[in-house]
Structure formats: C-alpha cells, structure tokens
C-alpha cells in the first residue's frame, strides 16, 4: 500500500510565496467577472462598505474589491514581501496592508475604523492597525483559506462582521475532478515525490470543491443564516515557459529541494508532449454566507 503522504505545514504556507512576488502576481489567474458581479449585487460590496480580505497575497482579489469602490479594505497579509508588493501596487487610500496571520490579528471592542492611517513604506503596520469587532459588511479570503485552521479562522471572521455583513470564499483550483487533465498526468509522477498542499485536501476532492465540508464548516460555526455557492469549469491555455512559471507558484513545488529541476522537467514536458500548448482545467468556486441579524 502507498503511504499517505504528509501535508506541509501552515507555517511554511505563510512564507512559500514571497520569492517573486511580481512572477506570482504576473502568472496567477484572475477571478471571473461573475465573482465580483456576485459581491456587488448579493452582498453589497461597494461604496459605504468596510471590508476585510484574509490572505491578500499580491492583491489579485484585492485589486477587484477597490474597484468595486469601498470606503476602506484592510488586506491582512502574513508575508512581508508580497504585502510590500500590494501596497505598492495598489496605493488607493481606501487601503490599509496589515502584515501578520490572520490567526494573530488583534480583534479590538472599541478602536475606531481610521481613513488617516499613516502608511509606512516598508508597510510593517501590525502595530499600527486593529480590527474592530461586529464593524465589516464584508469579509474575503481568495484562494488561502486552506492555509487556516477552518472553525478558528470562520469563528474570527464572525466577530469581525457586523450583523448581516457577508463572508466570502473564493478558490480558483487548478483541475477538475472527472475530467481528464492530460498534463496532469504526463506529470504527476515529476511533481510528486514531497508533500502535498492542504489545497489538495483530505479525500477524495480538493479543499475547495469539497463542498459537504465546507458548508458543513459554516453551519457547525452557528452565525450564518443564509449560505450559498456558485461553481464555474473555464480553461487555461499556457505556453512552456508559462507553464514553468506558474508551477513556480506552487506551495508542493518551492518546498522540494530539487525544485529547479522540476520547473524545467515540467517545461521540457510541455514544449516535447504539448506541442508548446498546455491546457488545464480549471474551476472558480465562491462560497458566500451572511452573519444572522441576531443570535436566535
């Protein structure tokens, strides 16, 4: 019998994508418009809203939430580079970059949601900035929440979220299960010699298609009374060297210690058996659940 292999660990998670910042940003796909179209018109994400984001990353969801136009997002970030490159990106006054785990972010009674916030330029504001309890109308996490201990994480995120404010969970995961990936498997043997992601997940389906334990998640927490999800299949074509570079991004491929020999094993399968065009199968799911008005 194969043994199972481990998964790694949440700590290294919080500092395996900080390399190259601006190559993770170039090579990880957006979310579809219909994601925002959906924290626009069924959560009222927009002008008159304070909102959250767990995980910001280099703001690729960020980027959608401040165009949407609300009055303050504060991204929570535990990897100084990449919040470093989220700020600079991004320098909308609207923004506040706080750099910590979420999981250490002090959750405060009484301090008040400030538009003047100095923003340092090396952006090392944990010191600096509070969240408020019972204040945000909205709470994102886009592709993270994986990284989290789930029932701690959702029982913070609700302190957080005033009553009737939303939390919402966006994956976009790379593969579909049921159908036929054929890169995927001309590789798996390549990419698969150390541990795995928490992405991956503990059956049959990843993290985040696991749809049963998730929603099972959010009504074990108590505080939601309206849970809903929305799942869409797209394709993603990418070239040899984009392939290299994306695989770059991943958590499984940066902890091996032969990384580099990896990247270019998965480029030389590419250009040789894809004829230089790789296509993988993707989903975008987004979960969204509203805080209940009261506690009955």
């Known amino acids: 019998m194969e043994k199972e292999k481990s998964v790694i660990d949440r700590g290294f998670g919080r500092e395996a994508f900080g390399a190259d910042p601006a190559g993770y940003h170039a090579i990880r796909p957006n979310y579809p418009g219909w994601v925002y179209e959906v924290l626009r018109e069924r959560c009222g994400c927009g002008p008159g809203m304070a909102v959250f984001e767990v995980g910001a990353g280099t703001g690729i969801a960020t980027r959608g939430l401040l165009d949407l136009g609300v009055d303050s997002l504060v991204a929570v970030e535990p990897d100084q580079r990449l919040a470093q490159f989220l700020r600079e990106r991004n320098p909308d006054g609207a923004l506040r970059v706080v750099v910590s785990p979420f999981e250490d972010v002090e959750l405060k009674e009484d301090v008040e949601l400030k538009e003047d916030v100095e923003l340092k330029e090396d952006v090392e504001l944990k010191e600096d900035v509070e969240l408020k309890e019972d204040s945000y109308g909205l709470g994102v996490c886009a592709t993270a929440f994986h990284w989290l201990k789930e029932d701690e994480a959702l029982a913070k995120v609700v302190r957080l979220l005033r009553p009737g404010g939303w939390w919402a969970m966006v994956w976009n995961v790379f593969g579909e299960p049921g159908r036929v990936d054929a890169f995927h498997e001309a590789t798996k043997e390549l990419v698969g010699g150390g541990p795995h992601s928490p992405s991956r997940g503990s059956g049959d389906l990843p993290f985040a298609l696991d749809t049963a334990a998730r929603l099972s998640a959010l009504d074990r927490n108590g505080a939601f009374d309206v849970v809903e999800y929305r799942s869409d299949s797209w394709e993603l074509v990418l070239s040899p060297a984009e392939v290299a570079a994306l695989y770059a991004t991943y958590s499984n491929i940066n902890i091996l210690p032969d990384r580099e020999a ?35």
Do not use: C
């Not at 590419?270 to 008005?293: D, E, Q």
């Open 262 to 296: 990896v990247l270019a094993g998965l480029e030389h399968i590419a250009r040789t058996k894809f004829n230089g065009r790789v296509t993988r199968n993707m989903v975008t799911i987004l979960y969204i659940a509203r805080r209940k008005f009261n506690n009955l």
